[in-house]
C-alpha cells in the first residue's frame, strides 16, 4: 500500500472533512424542506368547485322561496334547473322574458317587477313564477355575496387582466379599474366596479352587445350555478 506523504495525509483528510461536513449540511437542509413541506397549507383553488357552487344554489333557492312562503305559505315549491349565472347587463331583460313567457305581464321599476292584470292568474301565482325565474337566472351579485378575499381577487384579477383588455382591443370603452382595497371594499356593499358597465350603459345595439360578451365573457366561468 503505497503510503502518502505527511503533507498530502492532511489535504486528504481535511478534505473528507470538508465533504463530511457538506454531506451532513445537505442532509439537515433536505429534513427542513421535508419538514417544511409538511407543515405548509394545502393551497386552495382560486375557483369555486362544483361542489361550493351547488351548495350556493341550493342556498340561494332556499332563501328566495322563504320570500315567497312569508306571503303564501302554503305555496308548492317548483323544481328548478339554473339556466346560467346572469350578468348585470342581462339580467333584467332574462327575468322580463321569463315573466312573459309565463304568461304576465310584466312593469319593470328599475330592478324590481310588478304584477300586472293578467287573466285567471293570482298574485300567488305570481310570485311562485318570479321564484322559478330569479333561482333560474341568479345574478352574478348574488354569487359574489359567497365569495372570501382571494375568491374576489381571484374575479378582481379577471375582470383587469381578461375582461378589460378584450374589451379595449375590441373598440369597446371600459372604465379604468380601481384599487384592488377599494374593489374589495365596494363589492362587500354590492357596488363593486365592473368593467362592462359603460357598455351596458350605452346605446350599443343588443347583437354587438351579445357578440361582444361572447368575445368576452363577463364572469368567469367558475362563477356559474348552472349544474
Not at 313567457?101 to 305570481?126: L, M, P, W
Not at 369597446?172 to 362587500?188: G, N, Y
Request: hydrophobic content about 45%; charged content about 20%; aromatic content about 10%.
Amino acid at each position: 500500500m503505497a503510503i502518502l506523504p505527511r503533507r498530502a495525509r492532511a489535504s486528504a483528510l481535511d478534505h473528507r472533512a470538508l465533504t463530511s461536513r457538506v454531506l451532513h449540511s445537505l442532509v439537515a437542509m433536505l429534513a427542513g424542506i421535508v419538514l417544511l413541506a409538511g407543515c405548509a397549507p394545502v393551497t386552495r383553488s382560486a375557483e369555486l368547485s362544483l361542489a361550493e357552487r351547488a351548495a350556493i344554489r341550493v342556498d340561494l333557492q332556499a332563501e328566495h322561496w322563504r320570500i315567497v312562503t312569508s306571503q303564501f305559505p302554503d305555496a308548492k315549491r317548483p323544481h328548478v334547473i339554473v339556466a346560467h349565472t346572469a350578468n348585470e347587463g342581462d339580467w333584467q331583460a332574462s327575468m322580463v322574458d321569463c315573466l312573459r313567457a309565463e304568461g304576465f305581464t310584466v312593469f319593470v321599476d328599475g330592478r324590481y317587477f310588478q304584477f300586472g292584470h293578467t287573466a285567471g292568474r293570482t298574485a300567488e301565482d305570481f310570485a311562485v313564477v318570479t321564484y322559478r325565474c330569479i333561482v333560474r337566472y341568479p345574478t352574478s351579485e348574488d354569487v359574489m355575496y359567497y365569495l372570501d378575499r382571494d375568491r374576489l381577487e381571484a374575479l378582481y384579477r379577471y375582470y383587469v387582466g381578461t375582461v378589460r383588455p378584450c374589451l379595449l382591443v375590441s373598440g369597446v370603452p371600459s372604465e379604468a379599474p380601481p384599487s384592488l382595497f377599494k374593489f374589495l371594499r365596494s363589492a362587500q356593499a354590492r357596488e363593486s366596479w365592473n368593467p362592462y358597465r359603460l357598455a351596458w350603459n350605452s346605446s350599443m345595439p343588443t347583437t354587438r352587445l351579445a357578440f361582444i360578451q361572447k368575445l368576452c365573457p363577463p364572469l368567469p366561468g367558475w362563477m356559474d350555478l348552472a349544474p
